[in-house]
């Protein structure tokens, strides 16, 4: 089939080579332009427009989808579909335009997390699985018949990155099977229960600052699920400070929310609503992260000090 690829970042790239090495015919690729980042505030383009243009591949950017020079552009192309992965939301003039409208790759088992951050609430709700979905795109977001899906463990050790990657990797995969399947008329579209349907909203900044009465098992999640980057913030004598690498310690210390129990060469253990939490990263606002090692070297938390104020 003709596949036009729409995607923006690393998590979208797997199935951009997948679908390359099929049997399948890339005939385009949509992504956002580049935009200005970092301190230098220089032009940096997405993941896949930076793989599309080393690659030499037909390379479509576009400040809105609603254009009526992108939407000529991909009519040209006589697309059978579109595939999209981590992408805008489609309008339903672009949705209409292939023969065989859209389908776009979703990482959780839908209807389950439905939004822009299924990855980050898994791990911040604690589940012990997830999934990946393939389905048909409609206006609703993430609403339309699944196609295929495919479950998977979460490790108690997996951050954003790491269960990201195995799910990319996963959904490449699933991607170009669905293909196959549609093109061959095999596959039995199932229709999502609403009932059954929970969302995974973006998650803000003010959703980043650590609330210490909190127990440590749920702080320990939205550091998870907010890792590598940007990380849990909180702060110390007034500076802002991002925390990484955290674990749970069952011990019944009861000092104070945010209260600091301890601090030694290699972790700070705070306590919480329940439990301690240990952590041995951290980042001082302007500063680049380090380990507690490096931290303390520099600086003195210590027993008593009050994270959070």
């Known amino acids: 089939m003709r596949v036009v690829f729409m995607g923006n970042p690393q998590f ?7 679908l ?3 049997q399948h015919d890339v005939v385009g690729i ?28 037909n390379l479509l950017q576009s400040l809105t989808l609603k ?18 992965v981590a992408f805008q939301i489609l309008p339903k003039s672009l949705i209409d335009l292939p023969k065989f409208g859209a389908l776009n790759l979703h990482a959780s088992l839908l ?19 997830t999934g990946i979905t393939v389905f048909q795109i409609m206006p609703s977001v993430d609403t339309g018949d699944i196609l295929l899906q495919e479950k998977m463990d979460i490790s108690p050790y997996d951050n954003m990155l790491t269960l990201g990657t195995r799910l990319s990797t996963i959904g490449a995969n699933l991607v170009v099977n669905a293909l196959d399947g549609i093109e061959a008329g095999s596959l039995q579209p199932i229709i999502q229960n609403n009932n059954n349907a929970t969302h995974a909203p973006k998650i803000t900044k003010e959703m980043r600052i650590i609330n210490w009465s909190w127990a440590a098992e749920k702080i320990h999640n939205w550091v998870r699920g907010s890792s590598p980057h940007p990380g849990m913030s909180s702060t110390w ?9 955290t674990r749970v310690v069952d011990e019944g210390v009861i000092l104070g ?6 601090a030694d060469s290699e972790e700070i253990f705070v306590d919480t609503g329940e439990h301690l939490l240990a952590f041995s990263e951290i980042q001082l606002e302007g500063k680049k992260r380090m380990s507690v090692s490096d931290f303390m070297k520099g600086n003195n938390i210590q027993m008593g000090d009050k994270l959070g104020e």
């Open 12 to 18: 979208a790239l797997p199935t951009l080579t997948a």
């Open 20 to 22: 390359l090495s099929s």
């Open 30 to 57: 949509v992504s956002n332009p580049p935009k200005p980042m970092g301190r230098g505030r220089k032009l940096k383009s997405t993941a896949i427009g930076q793989f599309a243009k080393e690659n030499d591949l």
């Open 67 to 84: 254009s009526d020079e992108l939407h000529n552009q991909l009519s040209v192309l006589n697309p059978d579909i579109f595939v999209v």
């Open 111 to 129: 209807p389950k997390y439905r939004g822009a951050g299924p990855i980050q609430w898994s791990l911040m709700n604690g589940d012990k699985t």
């Open 237 to 245: 004598k007034g500076k802002r400070m991002r925390i990484f690498n």
């Open 257 to 262: 929310d945010g209260i600091v129990f301890k």
